[in-house]
């Protein structure tokens, strides 16, 4: 695969949603793909910044959504699902994702990053640490709401 270029996506075209449509199974079995219209929403939110790596030719290979708010202590910023494609794992395309979101977290004024990523995933979890992200001791606690 030749070189990924990384870009915000400002607005949702079919290409967007058809990216969606094929990486969202890749990351998660519980969570169906977004469609138009939730994607838009996602897209239009001032928190969010959803990065997108195209290959070569120009298909969308992988995705990232940087989330970034404000709270009384100051500014904070999530990374949260990023996904690259099966057939583009391993050639570049997660390390420029998430090099454009701490870029971009860092233009916004944000001291830290923060994501989360499961034990069994272990090729993201070691290149996270290549990038300089820090395992904490910290407690993760979900809340089901009922409905």
């Known amino acids: 695969m030749a070189a990924v270029t990384v870009e915000v996506a400002g607005e949702v075209t079919p290409d967007l949603v058809a990216a969606f449509e094929r990486l969202v199974p890749q990351l998660s079995r519980s969570s169906p ?3 138009a219209g939730t994607l838009a929403a996602v897209v239009a939110n ?3 910044t ?4 195209r290959s070569g030719d120009q298909t969308i290979v992988g ?3 940087l989330v970034v708010f404000r709270i009384p202590t100051g500014a904070r910023a999530w990374i949260e699902d ?3 494609d099966e057939s583009a794992r391993g050639q570049g395309a997660a390390s420029a994702l998430t090099n454009a ?3 971009r977290a860092a233009e916004l ?3 830290t990053v923060d994501l989360t990523s499961r034990p069994s995933r272990e090729d993201a979890n070691r290149l996270y640490q290549k990038l300089g992200f820090v395992k904490r001791e910290t407690n993760v606690y979900r809340y089901d ?3």
């Open 33 to 35: 793909p977004p469609d």
């Open 46 to 48: 001032p928190s969010n």
């Open 50 to 53: 959803v990065f997108v790596a």
């Open 63 to 65: 995705t990232l959504t």
């Open 82 to 84: 990023v996904v690259v």
């Open 101 to 103: 979101a701490v870029a």
């Open 109 to 111: 004024g944000v001291r």
């Open 145 to 147: 709401v009922p409905g």
